[in-house]
């Protein structure tokens, strides 16, 4: 994707915030209450994305904790859901119920947000309807998936530190009636963002409170599912359904695919 003022994203749902960004705290000064750490040293390194197929009634376990991964020539810490950039996509068929057991291993606080979902109120997994789940908290989350198409989770706490450093991740619903979508040869599920690199580190983050407005802030680094570079084959003639969501806190994208024609089918 190349960064732009104006979105233009083709795909089957595109999902996202646009904001503006104030600036920050300025070159060589730290916010106020100190900032995050970025140390690396013992940290596991971040798996890309797996498909979790559940059914109605299942209960499945995710964990969100501390990381590294290697962006570019920087290897920095990050956040993941199940060790995953982006977080595993969740893939159930439309009508299920079931339960995410969730923990928070990281070090800010935290929600399970499922964003587009309707469930009953007290999972929505926002500070009007639940309490901040600290380092070490757990709870049990019980999802209704009504509707068919993508939608996405992530933390509705310090979006602009914990989502920024890679808490997001999707939900696939698969429509029960099997003509709701045109036939295609694949599906593939993009997470479009931005992340900002100074120094060989992610550029810091206030402790006390975010930084910028309405947290949102530029990157200098764009990433397709986690990665500077991802690359996926295709055969000559393949129909391909891709599902892109804006991950990103402030940014729009131009997103295209050299040589190929593409037609925007939902949103």
Request: charged share 20%.
């Amino acid at each position: 994707p190349e960064p732009s003022s104006g979105a233009t994203v083709a795909g089957a749902v595109v999902v996202g915030i646009v904001i503006y960004n104030s600036g920050g705290p300025g070159p060589g000064l730290s916010p106020a209450g100190g900032t995050f750490s970025t140390d690396v040293a013992g940290l596991t390194e971040a798996k890309t994305s797996e498909i979790v197929e559940l059914k109605n009634g299942d209960t499945y376990a995710m964990t969100a904790s501390i990381v590294k991964k290697n962006i570019g020539n920087a290897e920095v810490k990050m956040l993941a859901y199940n060790g995953m950039i982006p977080g595993p996509m969740i893939k159930v068929p439309q009508g299920a119920e079931v339960t995410i057991n969730f923990k928070n291993d990281t070090d800010v606080k935290t929600l399970l947000h499922s964003h587009g979902i309707r469930m009953d109120n007290s999972f929505d997994g926002s500070q009007t309807t639940q309490k901040e789940m600290e380092p070490g908290d757990a709870f049990a989350y019980k999802l209704k998936f009504l509707d068919e198409g993508m939608y996405w989770y992530h933390p509705h706490v310090r979006e602009d530190y914990a989502q920024e450093l890679g808490l997001y991740g999707n939900y696939l619903v698969t429509p029960a009636d099997p003509l709701y979508w045109s036939p295609v040869n694949r599906e593939v599920a993009l997470f479009l963002d931005d992340i900002l690199i100074e120094g060989g580190n992610i550029a810091p983050f206030g402790k006390d409170s975010a930084d910028r407005t309405l947290m949102g802030r530029f990157g200098n680094t764009m990433l397709v599912n986690g990665e500077t570079n991802l690359a996926l084959s295709a055969r000559v003639g393949e129909v391909m359904r891709f599902y892109i969501t804006n991950a990103a806190n402030t940014r729009t994208f131009n997103f295209s695919i050299q040589n190929a024609q593409m037609k925007l089918v939902g949103g």
